[in-house]
């Protein structure tokens, strides 16, 4: 019975891959890390849509799918987050909103191991419920702070706490204006130091602070951050410390941590807001989904490549897939989305870099490739993470 896969929708595919080495044994991501708002005004998602993304969290992928994208195909290397995601599908499918809204929004639920086993469980794969199996205890201690990424909000809230700025984290996540967060954000005395302090004394602590929290190890087991896209970073010229900086520092001048960006808001709570979370977690959007959009949604376990070539696709989000690969592999991928890519579609990704490599692949590959946002403008978006946003149309071919 458990793993049967008694559901709608897309037959299940089952996990293929095992977890790639230098992989963390369960999940990077709790939530896509993608700002969904600017993708969609550049892709305009129809009913004729096929789409392929990265898992990353799921979020994303189930927001195509309210936006009207006929079939989704959703794959990961990494099991767990699969794991996850196929979660988050089979609650929206069993689970009523307000337990759903229970593991996902508020990311514990009390009644945790009792939904799991009769209704969760059954329906599916046989690898994530194994995975799941022994981590209901994540539904227990808070969602939000297990994974890579979690486990690192995790610690630097401990460490806000213990220097006395806990306080001063609460009043920024809950202020109720941008104006009102901005004035607490440059108010802050570290924040005050960083921009006004002694040119050498704001050097030394931000070597300091990159030296034990931007170190190749906390990047990549907290951050997410491969080797191959930290040397993007480098090739721009510049400093981790200082690419940390921009991007906090723009998310507390530009966005309502509040009012819309749940993304901020969930690393320094540990949950979301009924009315400042991902789309998939308001009741209209969650009833939408029940009804049967859901079943456009195929999560799969293996190598994007393959995906790639297994049917053809009007919409592909790279991400920042493409940052983690080296030449020959991000060439092959461009060779392979200009034979997949249906004349019409759209290709977007996102890359650490101002002017990624692979961006003139593509280009060659009969795509019209555009930058949308460079960090060096100013503000990107709610993430303000990535250095550039492409997009790229596939040409239609000549007669």
Not at 317 to 323: A, G, R
Not at 331 to 354: D, F, H, M, Y
Request: with cysteine; net charge positive.
């Amino acid at each position: 019975w458990i793993g049967q896969h008694h559901q709608t929708g897309h037959a299940p595919h089952e996990n293929r891959v095992d977890r790639p080495a230098l992989f963390p044994p369960t999940f990077l991501y709790t939530q896509s890390w993608e700002d969904p708002e600017p993708d969609m005004q550049h892709m305009h998602i129809n009913s004729n849509d096929v789409c392929l993304t990265l898992t990353s969290g799921g979020c994303n992928a189930l927001n195509l799918l309210l936006h009207g994208a006929k079939d989704v195909y959703s794959v990961d290397c990494n099991p767990a987050q699969t794991a996850l995601l196929e979660l988050k599908q089979m609650a929206i499918q069993h689970l009523s909103f307000e337990d759903t809204w229970q593991m996902f929004g508020e990311g514990v639920h009390p009644r945790i191991e009792d939904l799991y086993e009769k209704k969760l469980a059954p329906f599916l794969s046989q690898t994530s419920s194994a995975f799941w199996s022994k981590r209901l205890w994540y539904f227990r201690d808070g969602l939000y702070y297990q994974g890579g990424m979690g486990k690192l909000c995790w610690v630097l809230q401990c460490m806000f706490a213990i220097v006395g700025l806990g306080k001063s984290l609460k009043r920024l996540c809950n202020a109720p204006t941008l104006a009102e967060q901005q004035k607490i954000w440059d108010s802050n005395f570290i924040v005050r130091f960083i921009k006004h302090g002694p040119q050498m004394l704001v050097w030394m602590f931000c070597k300091f602070v990159s030296l034990v929290f931007c170190n190749r190890l906390v990047l990549w087991f907290g951050g997410g951050v491969p080797g191959k896209q930290y040397a993007l970073i480098k090739q721009d010229g510049i400093p981790i410390e200082q690419y940390v900086a921009r991007t906090l520092d723009g998310v507390a001048e530009h966005s309502s941590l509040r009012n819309s960006n749940y993304f901020y808001y969930n690393c320094m709570t540990g949950h979301f807001l009924r009315d400042n979370c991902p789309s998939y977690l308001k009741e209209e959007n969650f009833a939408k989904l029940k009804a049967g959009m859901i079943g456009g949604l195929e999560v799969v376990t293996g190598t994007f490549m393959d995906e790639l070539k297994a049917r053809k696709y009007t919409k592909v989000i790279l991400m920042d897939h493409l940052d983690w690969m080296d030449d020959a592999t991000s060439k092959n991928v461009a060779v392979t989305l200009g034979q997949q890519v249906l004349p019409g579609g759209i290709v977007i990704w996102r890359s650490a870099a101002l002017t990624p490599p692979y961006a003139a692949q593509i280009a060659k590959q009969g795509f019209e490739v555009r930058c949308i946002q460079r960090a060096d403008q100013g503000y990107m978006d709610r993430v303000n993470m990535y250095s550039s946003f492409y997009v790229a149309t596939k040409k239609a071919k000549r007669e």
